[in-house]
Every structure is written in structure tokens, then in C-alpha cells.
């Protein structure tokens, strides 16, 4: 518990494939300043591997993906004030992280999600990976419309409100969504970039599957919380954004896959995010449209 009475809880996800990243990653979350009363780790259709006493340990029988399984962690989280989501690749590399986790929501009681930074082994931030759409500067902090899903924290008690990861998702877009709502409730978000993950460097479009997702989930994202007249504005400008951007053809195909099962699945319940909240994202320099 820290010292002036949050108790922080950390959820990782781990698919057995990072075994030493993993150890390294929870050493890191060890040497904290101020200790996590909790630590889960979900295995997602693996066996557990060998994890210290201090680690609870979750075993899946299949891969629930990222929404499922972090959904899994909540069930075990659910007693604390912050739920920390870290993945199992990156690196807690200073030992102050929680401590100023711990500062930023005791400071402000509306504070809902903070998202960190997220920097590979030479210091660089990916541009997708700075949360706003000027993304010039990874080292400007502040309100934001988006975070980190390699590294934020969640307060449970907007969690409670707002409810947990939306399992149709699997993973791609489940941040936004967690945030969309998060928004439409009245809570803050902040990009604090002086919490720092470090990570290896990725490329997100590794495979068919991610373009089929990603698609799908966008129309979720629209059908879900979009007020009528916005939804054909952010499919059209994400359609036009993926073919001017895409050079892949097969991702384009499994682009457009997607974007068609988003329509004709379940996505879960539809509430329209309020026109406070249209007006308060493009405020904070990303209105719902793209």
C-alpha cells in the first residue's frame, strides 16, 4: 500500500512467449518507491511460467485477447484504487513510477486514466504511440482524448462507472473505447510522459489479422458511442485515411473484411457519447471524426 493510502494494483498479460522480459519487467515493478498491494499475472492459453511468491498467477485455458484477458486481471483487482496495466515486454526504469502514479490521482479525484510514455531502448517515441494528434513533442504532457494501452492506469472507481474492457473487441481500438466512455462520464484523462515504459520497437501491421480488427473495430467504436449524423463522418474519414495510406493489398482486403463483419456482428450496447463530449474531445484537440 503506499504511503498516503492508494492502494495500486498491477495487471500483466503474458502469452509465455517473453518469459526474461517478463522477470524483468516484474523486478522493475519490485524496486518501486511505493509497492503495489497487488500483482496479477494472466497467462493467455499457456502454461504459467515460473513467477515470484509475491505475483498472483492466472492460468487460461484459451486466449481471451487483450480485452479478455485484462478483464480476467479486473475480477482479481477490484480492491484496489488504481489498476496498472503494464506489458509483459516493457520496462519500469525508474523506481518513482508508482510514487508519482499515486501523487497524480491523489491530486485530483476526477482523474480517471493516466497514460504513460512509451520509449524503445534508444529513447524514441513512436509518433502512434503520443496520444493526441500533434504528436511533434512525446515530452508535452497534459489532457488528452486517448492513451497507452502498453502502459496507463485506470481508477476503479470511474471503472465502476463506466464499466470494463469491451470483450467484442479483442484487442485494437479498446483504449479508445475505455476512453470514449470514460469521457462521456465526466472523468479526466492525462498523458503524463514523465512515466516512462520502455519498450521494443513495433510495427503494428505485422499480419492480416490486425487489418481485419482494426477495421472491425472501428465500426464498433462508431456504432457504439457515436451520435447518428457522426457515424458516416468517422467511417468515411478512416475508409479514405486506410487506402491513401495502405500499400498492402492483401491488408487492404482484410481491411475492408473487417469493416463489413463490424457491421454485421454484435459489438455490445449502443449509448451515444453526449455533444458536451463531442464538444470537450475537439476542445482537447480531437474531435470524434478521425
Same mark, same amino acid.
Given at each position: 500500500?503506499?504511503?498516503?493510502?492508494?492502494?495500486?494494483?498491477?495487471?500483466?498479460?503474458?502469452?509465455?512467449?517473453?518469459?526474461?522480459?517478463?522477470?524483468?519487467?516484474?523486478?522493475?515493478?519490485?524496486?518501486?518507491?511505493?509497492?503495489?498491494?497487488?500483482?496479477?499475472?494472466?497467462?493467455?492459453?499457456?502454461?504459467?511460467?515460473?513467477?515470484?511468491?509475491?505475483?498472483?498467477?492466472?492460468?487460461?485455458?484459451?486466449?481471451? %485477447?487483450?480485452?479478455?484477458?485484462?478483464?480476467? +486481471?479486473?475480477?482479481?483487482?477490484?480492491?484496489?484504487?488504481?489498476?496498472?496495466?503494464?506489458d509483459?515486454?516493457?520496462?519500469?526504469?525508474?523506481?518513482?513510477?508508482?510514487?508519482?502514479?499515486?501523487?497524480?490521482?491523489?491530486?485530483?479525484?476526477?482523474?480517471?486514466?493516466?497514460?504513460?510514455?512509451?520509449?524503445?531502448?534508444? %529513447?524514441?517515441?513512436?509518433?502512434?504511440?503520443?496520444?493526441?494528434?500533434?504528436?511533434?513533442?512525446?515530452?508535452?504532457?497534459?489532457?488528452?482524448?486517448?492513451?497507452?494501452? #502498453?502502459?496507463?492506469?485506470?481508477?476503479?472507481?470511474?471503472l465502476?462507472?463506466? #464499466?470494463?474492457?469491451?470483450?467484442?473487441?479483442?484487442? +485494437?481500438?479498446?483504449?479508445?473505447?475505455?476512453?470514449?466512455?470514460?469521457?462521456?462520464?465526466?472523468?479526466?484523462?492525462?498523458? +503524463?510522459?514523465e512515466?516512462?515504459?520502455?519498450?521494443?520497437?513495433?510495427s503494428?501491421?505485422?499480419?492480416?489479422?490486425?487489418?481485419?480488427?482494426?477495421?472491425?473495430?472501428?465500426?464498433?467504436?462508431?456504432?457504439?458511442?457515436?451520435?447518428?449524423?457522426?457515424?458516416?463522418?468517422?467511417? %468515411?474519414?478512416?475508409? +479514405?485515411?486506410?487506402?491513401?495510406?495502405t500499400?498492402?493489398?492483401? %491488408?487492404?482486403?482484410?481491411?475492408?473484411?473487417?469493416?463489413a463483419?463490424?457491421?454485421?456482428?454484435?459489438?455490445?450496447?449502443?449509448?451515444?457519447?453526449?455533444?458536451?463530449?463531442?464538444?470537450?474531445?475537439?476542445?482537447?484537440?480531437r474531435?470524434?471524426?478521425?
Open positions: 500500500m503506499g504511503s498516503v493510502g492508494l492502494k495500486l494494483g498491477v495487471a500483466v498479460l503474458t502469452m509465455g512467449t517473453r518469459p526474461k522480459e517478463l522477470a524483468e519487467l516484474l523486478a522493475s515493478v519490485e524496486m518501486q518507491t511505493v509497492p503495489a498491494a497487488k500483482v496479477v499475472v494472466v497467462a493467455q492459453g499457456c502454461p504459467l511460467p515460473e513467477l515470484p511468491a509475491w505475483v498472483e498467477g492466472v492460468e487460461l485455458a484459451e486466449n481471451l %485477447g487483450v480485452t479478455g484477458g485484462r478483464n480476467v +486481471a479486473l475480477e482479481h483487482l477490484r480492491d484496489v484504487d488504481v489498476v496498472i496495466d503494464l509483459d515486454d516493457g520496462l519500469l526504469v525508474a523506481d518513482d513510477v508508482f510514487a508519482r502514479i499515486e501523487a497524480l490521482y491523489e491530486a485530483d479525484p476526477r482523474l480517471g486514466i493516466v497514460s504513460f510514455r512509451i520509449a524503445d531502448e534508444t %529513447g524514441l517515441t513512436q509518433r502512434r504511440h503520443v496520444p493526441r494528434l500533434r504528436a511533434g513533442d512525446p515530452r508535452r504532457g497534459g489532457e488528452v482524448t486517448s492513451f497507452l494501452g #502498453g502502459g496507463h492506469g485506470l481508477s476503479t472507481k470511474m465502476e462507472q463506466v #464499466g470494463d474492457w469491451p470483450d467484442a473487441f479483442f484487442f +485494437a481500438h479498446e483504449e479508445t473505447d475505455m476512453a470514449w466512455r470514460a469521457l462521456d462520464a465526466g472523468w479526466r484523462m492525462l498523458y +503524463a510522459p512515466l516512462l515504459l520502455r519498450h521494443p520497437r513495433t503494428p501491421t505485422r499480419h492480416s489479422f490486425f487489418y481485419r480488427v482494426n477495421a472491425r473495430n472501428r465500426v464498433y467504436l462508431a456504432r457504439r458511442h457515436l451520435p447518428a449524423v457522426l457515424v458516416p463522418v468517422y467511417l %468515411g474519414v478512416w475508409v +479514405a485515411l486506410t487506402v491513401a495510406r500499400r498492402n493489398a492483401a %491488408g487492404l482486403k482484410a481491411w475492408f473484411a473487417g469493416f463483419e463490424g457491421w454485421r456482428t454484435p459489438c455490445g450496447r449502443r449509448k451515444p457519447m453526449r455533444w458536451r463530449t463531442v464538444w470537450t474531445m475537439t476542445r482537447l484537440g474531435p470524434p471524426i478521425i
